[in-house]
């Protein structure tokens, strides 16, 4: 089956660390998305990437970090330099082109103590 | 920057009845433009977009919007709610020629019955 998987489903960690995210896709898309999701806030966009080795800030990039070596894989890293970083965090990718529908992964909850 | 606004961040129904979920948005150019739903602790899914081709769009589980130009409204609506619509259902805009997509807040939709 094609789709986006995301991993882990909860995630906890001690305030201070640095906590990598998954995120991996077998639809053979171009871009991949990070968006986190705060109750009442709506989705914000973290980062995408159009094209491997090639990653742009989103709306609320500070305090995170991403890399694109893979086309399947986007994973994100939560810094400890990112003050609340307790969200759900989800992944999305689709084909790169203006209008494109984005797939959704089925998140990561982070929970930072 | 392109924005969404969701009219009223909860919707209450009873079964059967009329759903109407508002959606607006900023662009003074034609964008394409998105509803998805969210189930607790899921990622999105889409229920239908408009790109153009047809103002009436008709999507997934009877979900049907409406494209208009003159409002800047993008509204969803079904005619008889079931128990199973009981989600969050979020609005998304994305201007021509990018990918990116910008959301609404959301509306929670509750359905009694």
């Known amino acids: 089956d094609g789709g986006i998987t995301q991993s882990p489903k909860y995630l906890f960690r001690k305030e201070g660390q640095n906590v990598t995210l998954s995120c991996e896709q077998n639809?053979?898309?171009?871009?991949m998305y990070w968006y986190r999701q705060d109750p009442g806030q709506g989705l914000r966009l973290i980062y995408y990437s159009q094209i491997v080795n090639d990653f742009q800030k989103g709306d609320i990039a500070e305090g995170y970090s991403v890399s694109r070596e893979k086309k399947e894989s986007f994973p994100l890293t939560v810094t400890s330099a990112q003050k609340n970083p307790t969200a759900f965090y989800l992944c999305a990718s689709n084909g790169g082109r203006a209008g494109d529908t984005q797939y959704f992964g089925p998140g990561t909850r982070l929970t930072v103590l | 920057a392109q924005s969404v606004t969701q009219l009223g961040s909860h919707v209450s129904v009873s079964e059967g009845a009329l759903v109407l979920l508002r959606c607006n948005y900023s662009?003074?150019?034609?964008?394409?433009l998105f509803w998805y739903v969210q189930y607790p602790n899921q990622g999105l899914q889409l229920l239908l977009k408009?790109?153009?081709?047809?103002?009436l769009v008709k999507g997934i589980n009877g979900f049907e919007a409406e494209f208009k130009k003159s409002e800047t409204s993008f509204h969803l609506t079904k005619p008889s709610a079931h128990m199973s619509d009981a989600a969050e259902y979020f609005c998304a805009v994305s201007d021509q020629g990018y990918s990116t997509l910008t959301f609404g807040k959301g509306t929670m939709l509750l359905v009694s019955p």
């Open positions: 408009y790109t153009s081709a047809a103002t």
């Open positions: 662009s003074s150019v034609p964008p394409y």
């Open positions: 639809l053979n898309h171009d871009a």
